[in-house]
């Protein structure tokens, strides 16, 4: 089992940049793929991107040379620094853990993010 609790979101303006956490407990930490989801408005939820425990990362192309997903094992966390943001870029941001048991199935509370003039 997982707990996971993410922050850092807010209102920014366009072209501007943030950076969220996801703080995680319980299990094994370090030997979980982790990633980052986001549901906008009227919006299924999509994948952004993941890290695979050992640093391997992936990105959705509409995000690509603007966030960079990174972990650190030692402190349980893991980071989306998110620049040069866009007005379609504002949802709700969630970290996720994928298990052995449940696969992606371990759930934060989601943090907003509102790009906006």
């Known amino acids: 089992q997982v707990q996971l609790v993410e922050s850092g979101g807010g209102l920014v303006q366009p072209g501007g940049s943030l950076r969220l956490s996801c703080a995680a407990s319980?299990?094994?930490?370090?030997?979980?793929?982790m990633g980052w989801y986001r549901q906008a408005p009227g919006k299924q939820r999509e994948l952004v991107a993941t890290?695979?425990?050992?640093?391997?990362?992936n990105y959705a192309d509409s995000v690509k040379g603007r966030f960079t997903i990174s972990r650190d094992n030692a402190k349980n966390m893991v980071y989306l620094q998110m620049n040069s943001l866009k007005p379609e870029d504002t949802a709700v941001y969630y970290c996720?853990?994928?298990?052995?048991?449940?696969?992606?199935?371990?759930w934060g509370q989601g943090t907003q993010v509102t790009v906006a003039s």
């Open positions: 319980g299990s094994i930490f370090s030997i979980y793929p």
């Open positions: 890290i695979t425990s050992g640093g391997t990362t």
């Open positions: 996720n853990a994928r298990t052995l048991a449940t696969g992606w199935g371990n």
